[in-house]
């Protein structure tokens, strides 16, 4: 029986991944609240484990009295001398018993006890290793789908990648192996596991698994913008003048970037969908410089920096402007939440506009926007004046304007000049 014993253990030990010491102290835990059970909450019992022999021993506890006030805890000192002829009033008497007498209902009930203090502690250390995890990559099996999200096995646990966190245009067919981040992990009646595919931490973990530089702290990240599914900025940085750190991460022919692509975009079912991109840039902790890099493929003619506002004017060669700002603005988005300040982009053409006092003042006071306000500077009104003496038909015809928001501008004009 011992030897059986030892073996149980040391099986449910490796089958669980639990030490041998939570599997023997659930044992002995599930022994003490079955004797209680057959012997009453009062009584004290203590159960101990010969881990070499493979032997339990159980001992009933209770205190040597002149006279029996409850025989749940107590022992008359006429029965503990036929027990142990040298006993005191005061002391405490073990009485040795079988598994077996505690009877049939009490060894299921250490059965029921022994399993649930083994599903409790196997989730304990489920909660803990994940916890350790925190802001790490793992990768695991789509299992099932529910209404949260997607659930994804890791093995021994669960996780779920919930609707919020998935990538839009991703495909989740189960059996497939999907990676992801762990951003919480908290405890309910099972650990809980929650991973994301969105986060921008997710691309910059993936840098950092396949760039050596980086691991070795030669190559840094120093910022990182993404917009899932359709493009991500990260700005890298080297403590090493002979280290090109954007071509580290790209890697020659693009073997590393493209690794990260391919793990970004592995659930794109569609070949024909629009994939995410990576634009690796240069940092650089001149807020001009940085925008100048942040901005690419655009290139930029001038910038004029506000420290206090924290907001950067970038001029941009007339035919750069829309690459400059980006599908949606895009990429003067993303570069501006990689940057950390407000950008604003104007081509040369809108600069030299703007270098005219009276033509600013006719922005100011009309509302108009540079866009609209050029057609009129095309068309050589350049102040308020030249504005106030032109026909509300030609301006209709110039800015594309309702007649009543026309008359609305006049009035302002008005107002200003008579002021």
């Known amino acids: 029986m011992q030897v059986e014993l030892k073996k149980i253990i040391e099986n449910l030990s490796k089958e669980k991944g639990l030490s041998k010491e939570i599997v023997i102290s659930a044992l002995i835990e599930g022994i003490k609240t079955a004797a209680k059970r057959k012997l009453g909450n009062k009584a004290k019992v203590e159960v101990k484990y010969d881990e070499e022999k493979g032997e339990l021993e159980i001992y009933r506890l209770r205190e040597v009295v ?176 002979n280290i090109d750190p954007v071509g580290a991460c790209i890697g020659v022919r693009g073997s590393r970037i493209s690794v990260i692509l391919e793990e970004l975009n592995i659930s794109k079912a569609d070949k024909k969908e629009s994939k995410e991109k990576i634009d690796v840039v240069l940092w650089d902790p001149d807020p001009a410089k940085f925008v100048y890099n942040a901005l690419a493929p655009a290139e930029c003619s001038k910038i004029i920096v506000d420290e206090k506002n924290r907001t950067l004017e970038v001029v941009v060669p007339d035919d750069q402007l829309s690459l400059a700002i980006g599908k949606k603005g895009e990429n003067v988005r993303l570069a501006s939440k990689l940057v950390g300040w407000k950008i604003d982009i104007i081509n040369e053409t809108q600069y030299l506009r703007r270098q005219e006092p009276e033509f600013l003042k006719l922005i100011k006071v009309t509302g108009l926007s540079d866009e609209v306000a050029g057609y009129l500077y095309e068309a050589n009104i350049k102040d308020l004046k030249t504005l106030v003496n032109t026909s509300v038909e030609k301006i209709i015809e110039l800015t594309k304007l309702s007649f009543e928001e026309v008359e609305k501008i006049l009035e302002k004009v008005k107002k200003e000049i008579n002021a």
């Not at 079988?98 to 299921?108: H, M």
């Not at 908290?186 to 994301?196: F, G, K, L, M």
């Open 66 to 241: 002149e006279k029996i006030n409850d025989s749940k805890i107590e022992i008359s000192i006429d029965e503990a001398k036929k027990i142990y002829p040298d006993i005191k009033i005061g002391d405490i008497i073990g009485e040795k018993m079988e598994l077996q007498d505690l009877g049939r209902i009490a060894a299921q009930i250490v059965k029921q006890l022994f399993s649930q203090k083994l599903r409790l502690a196997e989730k304990q250390i489920i909660y803990e290793e994940y916890k350790s995890k925190l802001g790490e990559i793992v990768s695991g099996y789509i299992h099932r789908f529910d209404k949260r999200g997607v659930i994804l096995s890791l093995g021994r646990a669960e996780a779920l990648l919930p609707e919020e966190e998935q990538v839009p245009g991703e495909k989740y067919i189960r059996g497939h192996r999907l990676k992801a981040l762990i951003i919480e992990v908290y405890r309910q009646h099972e650990p809980q596991i929650i991973v994301s595919r969105s986060h921008p931490a997710f691309v910059k973990k993936l840098f950092e698994k396949e760039v050596l530089e980086i691991q070795e702290g030669i190559v840094k990240i120093m910022a990182i913008a993404r917009e899932p599914g359709s493009r991500t900025k990260i700005a890298v940085t080297s403590i090493n003048p």
